[in-house]
Structures are given as structure tokens and as C-alpha cells.
């Protein structure tokens, strides 16, 4: 989603991030340069603060605080405060839909029709389509009509069906299944669909079926903008300058089922496991997950994209952008490792599309543990 400028709040030579150790064993040498690849990356990009852990099956877990959850009181980033996740918020939804396909609630290859009337090829875009960003109908969140209502307001709340609105004018793209295009509207109708089939709002859905089921005390799917307490401040960092601008808090309910849910590390480090080795929907079924997955042509950074899953290095998972938040949440099916980090910044306009902060820490700390 786009940015929202605000205020210029400090340039980065001033708030220069200062990495605090967790509470882990930091005096081995993969620790350390643990820390200085996640250093490097903040460094880089002149990142305000970051949250990040990796487990390794054996070791010691590493984690570590940089910079700050607020600049204007210093205050330090919190590795138990709570962060959007954005887009990650899309693994949970295609779990949810996977597990209805387990339970024999309906198929993969079920048409759109069947549960959603008047979005363009309805009739022939399957729940696979969908998931796997493969429908040809159009991202609702840049079209200019719902990009004016939402920077009118950004705390005004949307159903989803008024988001699924803003796309259907410009759809289709293309026929499905005929091409990649990542489209947040995708996830909408997936969350649409998971509450007729379950008899549960989507919030009430996640809770029982996947929250619940891995101890996710922490992960919840609001409908209001305040965010739990403890948690950080959002930033915007100029790509040339590192110039810093603050940004607002959201109504989540403009992201729905393609990117609502706020979570914490802890609970990111869990879903990263539980995500990449299949747990809750089956082995036959986490195989299609990954089987279905085609090169990743546009949107976020992916090798490939499978259903609801991300390929990147070899690690599966999902990654998370947008006005002030990112986040990343990946497993390794070699080491059994997981990295889980969470950043309150987003880059500025100018930056290449798919810069991801949480992201480009990610795939430093995973050179780590492929080499530790």
C-alpha cells in the first residue's frame, strides 16, 4: 500500500540504532555475527527499529533488539511489543481455506461463483486461483478510487465487500490461472468464503483454528485501530536521505483478510514452524501448497509463490509491507531453522517496489545459519 507523508520527525544521523542483546546466549561466534548481519542491514538503510529471532533445532535462540520502538521518547524496541504484520496476514487466511479443503468443506478447485456472485470470470476462477495469486482480478488497494478514500481517512473502517468493490471495475487482468499478478483482493474473498463455510467471522477463525491450536497468545485479528500495548511507533525512512517521517496508525479493516492481523515475535517465531512444516493442514495438502507455486513476477520479493507461501533461498514463509510495518516469518525445510523479524519502518517512494526491511534482514540472517 501506499505511504502517508507526515511529519519529517528526525534525520537518521540523530537517531543512529543501537543494537540491545535479548535474552539469549550472545557471546558465541554465530551470535555474533548474527548481530553484525542484522547491523549491516540497519546500517544500510538507516532502519529506525527492528525486531528479529532465529532458532536453530540444538543451538542457543538468537534474538535481538535495534533502535527504537519511538524515537521522539528513546524509547528502546521492544522484542515482546506488537506489530501489524501486514501481507504475512495472507498465510494465515490460505491456511484457513486449506484446512476447509482438508475437513472436505469444498475443494481447490471450486469456482469463486460458488460463494461470491458479480466479480468478473467468477465462474471460472478456482479457491486455488485465489490462493495462489494466479485470478486475474485486480488488487483492490491501487485502484485510485479506494487509494483516495483511504487517504481521506485512514482510520475509516471497510467491509470487505466494499474492498472487493474497488477491484471489480478493473478486472479482469487477464484469465485465470493464465498469469502471476499479486493482488490483495485475492485474500479478501478467501476470508469471505472461510466465514460462510465456518460459521465464523475470520477473527473468530483464526482464534479456534489456528491461534488456539499453537499458543499464538499474542496474534489477534482487530477490527479498531489502536494497536496492544506494548508497541511501536511507524515510520517512513527516505531511501536517498535516511531521512525519517512518522506515520499513521490504520483501521485494519482497509487490509482484511489480506492483511490485518497483529502479532509479536514469539507468536511469528511459532507461526513460522507451524507455516513451512504443515502442521495444520497435512503433509498431502502442504505439498500442493508448495507444487502449485509459479515465479513470483511482480509484488513482493519471492522465488516463487505457492498457495498462501512464499519460496525465498530455499525457506518458506510469507513477508509483510506497508505504512510503517514490516515483517517477515520464514522456516528452512533443511535445518528446521525459523527467523522471525519485525520492523516499525517502511521505505520511502523511490525505493524499488519491493524493498522489504524485514525482509532484507531475513535473508542476511539466513546467509548466517546456511553458513554458521
Keep these: 500500500m501506499t505511504s502517508i507523508p507526515r511529519r519529517r520527525f528526525l534525520a537518521s544521523a540523530l537517531c543512529t540504532p543501537v543494537l540491545l542483546a535479548g535474552c539469549n ?5 554465530t551470535a555474533t555475527r548474527y548481530a553484525t548481519a542484522m547491523k549491516r542491514v540497519v546500517d544500510l538503510y ?3 527499529g527492528a525486531i528479529a529471532s532465529v532458532r536453530v533445532p540444538g543451538e542457543a535462540e538468537w534474538t535481538q533488539a535495534s533502535g527504537f520502538a519511538d524515537i521522539a521518547s ?5 522484542p515482546s511489543g506488537h506489530y501489524p504484520i501486514r501481507s504475512v496476514t495472507k498465510s494465515f487466511t490460505v491456511t484457513l481455506v486449506l484446512q476447509l479443503v482438508r475437513d472436505q468443506v469444498l475443494t481447490l478447485e471450486d ?3 460458488k460463494f461470491v456472485s458479480g466479480v468478473p470470470n467468477g465462474d471460472l476462477i478456482t479457491i486455488a486461483d485465489l ?3 494466479q485470478s486475474g482480478i485486480q488488487d483492490y488497494s491501487q485502484t485510485p478510487e479506494f487509494i483516495a478514500a483511504f487517504v481521506k481517512d485512514v482510520t475509516r473502517p471497510f467491509t470487505p465487500q466494499e474492498l472487493v468493490g474497488y477491484a471489480i471495475p478493473y478486472s479482469p487482468k487477464f484469465a485465470p490461472g493464465a498469469s502471476y499478478d499479486y493482488s490483495n483482493t485475492n485474500t479478501v474473498l478467501l476470508g469471505v468464503i472461510v466465514e460462510q463455510l465456518s460459521g465464523m467471522s475470520l477473527a473468530q477463525a483464526l482464534a479456534v483454528r489456528i491461534a488456539t491450536p499453537l499458543g499464538l497468545s499474542h496474534t489477534s485479528y482487530p477490527d479498531t485501530v489502536p494497536l496492544p500495548d506494548p508497541h511501536p511507533t511507524p515510520y517512513e525512512v527516505d531511501y536517498v536521505t535516511h531521512a525519517i517521517d512518522d506515520q499513521p496508525f490504520i483501521n485494519p479493516t482497509s487490509l482484511a483478510g489480506s492483511g490485518a492481523i497483529v502479532s509479536t515475535l514469539e507468536d511469528m517465531q511459532a507461526w513460522a514452524q507451524a507455516l513451512g512444516d504443515g502442521r495444520l493442514v497435512g503433509a498431502q495438502l502442504q505439498q500442493q501448497r508448495i507444487d502449485r507455486s509459479r515465479p513470483a513476477t511482480n509484488g513482493p520479493h ?6 498462501g507461501i512464499g519460496i525465498l533461498d530455499g525457506w518458506l514463509g510469507h513477508t509483510g509491507n506497508g505504512i510503517g510495518f514490516t515483517a517477515a516469518a520464514f522456516y528452512d525445510p533443511r535445518t528446521k531453522a525459523t527467523i522471525a523479524v519485525l520492523v516499525n519502518a517502511t521505505a520511502s ?10 525482509e532484507e534482514i531475513f535473508l542476511a540472517l539466513q546467509a548466517v545459519v546456511a553458513t554458521r
Design 25 to 29: 546466549d550472545d557471546t558465541t561466534p
Design 46 to 48: 538507516g532502519i529506525p
Design 74 to 78: 528513546r524509547t528502546p524496541s521492544n
Design 111 to 113: 469456482k469463486l461463483g
Design 131 to 133: 490462493a495462489g495469486n
Design 302 to 307: 519471492y522465488d516463487r509463490y505457492g498457495l
Design 349 to 358: 517512494a523511490g525505493a524499488p517496489a519491493d524493498l522489504n526491511f524485514a
